[in-house]
């Protein structure tokens, strides 16, 4: 007689119960962690020089373009939803007067989310583009690495989202939120000569 499997119930932890984790030292500042969608997920560590380049470039260059209308924050949380906690690379977010010092921005605060992909390629393509897409982030930008192309994503639905272009280094790119910023994608990318000390 055929049996039939049970479908196994994923355990899903809310954001209130990771803080209440990370307090009582079940998560341990040593071994970085992000929520995603309710699943604890471990950030890749150490940094590569490349993909901190990335970051560091990508931050001076929208600094340059934007100036002081929107605030830049790298590998700093936001609260997507009850579920999700996650630390992007670099989220442009809207000023706020105390710098969130009351809570994390939320997902209605975000204008661009950018990840910095070399060792997180499919987490980025896959599970972050998501939940990303799910929390309505409008504008979601994987900056890979190893290809030099930057993935961009848009229209998000709670299926995902239903637009993705991948652009190569010598094109340009403006956040949707502000359509006279330019970037040229080969300024956001770690120099050539950077790769080989990866």
């Known amino acids: 007689m055929p049996t039939t499997e049970t479908p196994v119930k994923l355990r899903l932890w809310t954001v209130e119960e990771y803080h209440r984790m990370a307090e009582v030292g079940i998560l341990q500042p040593e071994k970085p962690v992000e929520l995603i969608a309710g699943q604890i997920i471990e950030k890749m560590s150490p940094q590569r020089s490349s993909h901190a380049a990335a970051i560091t470039r990508t931050n001076r260059i929208l600094v340059n373009l934007l100036g002081e209308e929107i605030l830049i924050r790298l590998q700093l949380p936001i609260q997507l939803n009850d579920h999700s906690e996650p630390e992007p690379d670099i989220t442009l977010v809207r000023v706020d007067p105390l710098d969130y010092a009351a809570h994390h921005p939320t997902a209605s605060d975000v204008y661009?989310?950018?990840?910095?992909?070399?060792?997180?390629?499919?987490?980025?393509?896959?599970?972050?583009?998501?939940?990303y897409a799910q929390s309505g982030i409008p504008d979601y930008w994987v900056l890979n690495i190893n290809s030099r192309q930057l993935h961009v994503f848009r229209e998000p639905t709670q299926q995902g989202y239903q637009s993705e272009v991948i652009l190569s280094e010598d094109e340009s790119i403006s956040p949707l939120q502000f359509p006279d910023c330019v970037v040229a994608i080969c300024e956001i990318l770690p120099p050539v000569i950077g790769l080989e000390n990866t």
């Open 112 to 131: 661009l989310i950018i990840e910095v992909a070399d060792t997180t390629l499919k987490t980025d393509l896959q599970i972050k583009a998501k939940d």
